[in-house]
């Protein structure tokens, strides 16, 4: 009953929307890139070089903005270096984004202690960090203030974010040109569209938000960044762009489902469970989801497979 009484309270939607809400951006790059047809395993380097460089900035500027500024200027750099390998010399996605993640995690550590003398934490330096946003009106609304009111103002952006690009994606003529490259690249080429460009565009879209993930770990999540805090955000923000089939409203629910079991995590290592367990729930549900989805997959061809030979 402990658990069930702390999963139905404000404290446990407060926290499953801090933890949804670097996913929700990561997520929602994935989409914009796989709907490209590409797919950019280095999330999760963009994420923590970001989380890092938005700290460094904040600090030595005493700017939020130079800060975001910094983290997204990072997330660009890593982004357009993915894309420059990947479109221009052609070399494999997965072994780009892979590389990424390698450079970022030794890149971080190596400024860290350049920087602050220390390999762990950023905690001697003062860093900016993301305010919280009360809603006029909304936030003296018994229940309503309480479940509305009063996050981070990243997690307010993340949610606008599902709709800035979700009309993006199916309004505008970027976004048809973004979703025929992903379906068929050779009859977009055919009629005088650079293939290489509406990728590039997806995939220094997909930096930014990845950026803006990052940036939330480290400067609104915590007030300070952490060796590897991003922890394989990136990667279940692919999960969760494959679970909602690249679209972005079956994204954002996929990605606060495998935070609600991340935030879930949380509460089980206030009880006396093993501390390896709760450790591996969010990504026991990232494993589950991933078969689920593949399931239905399969269960989808073999479906197309006996209409098409009846």
Request: net charge positive.
């Amino acid at each position: 009953m402990t658990v069930l009484s702390t999963i139905f309270s404000f404290q446990f939607v407060d926290m499953w929307l801090r933890v949804a809400t670097p996913l929700i951006f990561t997520s929602m790059g994935a989409v914009v890139c796989e709907r490209s047809g590409v797919v950019n395993l280095g999330l999760e380097g963009i994420m923590l070089s970001a989380a890092l460089m938005g700290v460094l900035g904040s600090a030595f500027s005493g700017s939020l903005f130079i800060g975001l500024l910094s983290g997204l200027a990072m997330g660009l750099f890593l982004s357009a270096v993915f894309a420059y390998f990947h479109l221009v010399l052609k070399a494999n996605e997965v072994l780009c984004g892979t590389a990424i993640n390698t450079f970022a995690g030794g890149f971080t550590v190596f400024m860290l202690e350049i920087v602050t003398g220390e390999k762990g934490t950023s905690a001697s330096i003062k860093s900016m960090a993301f305010p919280t946003v009360d809603i006029p009106i909304i936030q003296h609304i018994p229940v309503l203030g309480q479940l509305l009111s009063g996050h981070n103002l990243l997690t307010y952006f993340a949610f606008i974010m599902v709709g800035v690009l979700w009309y993006l994606l199916y309004k505008t003529p970027i976004g048809l040109r973004i979703r025929a490259v992903g379906e068929n690249e050779h009859a977009i080429h055919s009629v005088g569209i650079s293939v290489t460009k509406v990728r590039f565009l997806a995939i220094m879209i997909c930096g930014v938000m990845a950026s803006l993930g990052g940036m939330y770990l480290s400067m609104g999540y915590l007030n300070m960044f952490v060796r590897d805090m991003v922890a394989g955000r990136g990667f279940i923000s692919l999960a969760a762009n494959a679970m909602g089939h690249a679209t972005p409203v079956g994204t954002m629910l996929s990605a606060l489902v495998f935070a609600f079991f991340d935030g879930l995590s949380n509460i089980l290592q206030a009880l006396k469970i093993p501390s390896e367990f709760v450790q591996m729930l969010p990504y026991a549900a990232t494993i589950v989801g991933l078969v689920l989805y593949s399931i239905q997959r399969i269960n989808a061809v073999k479906r197309h497979k006996a209409k098409s030979f009846a």
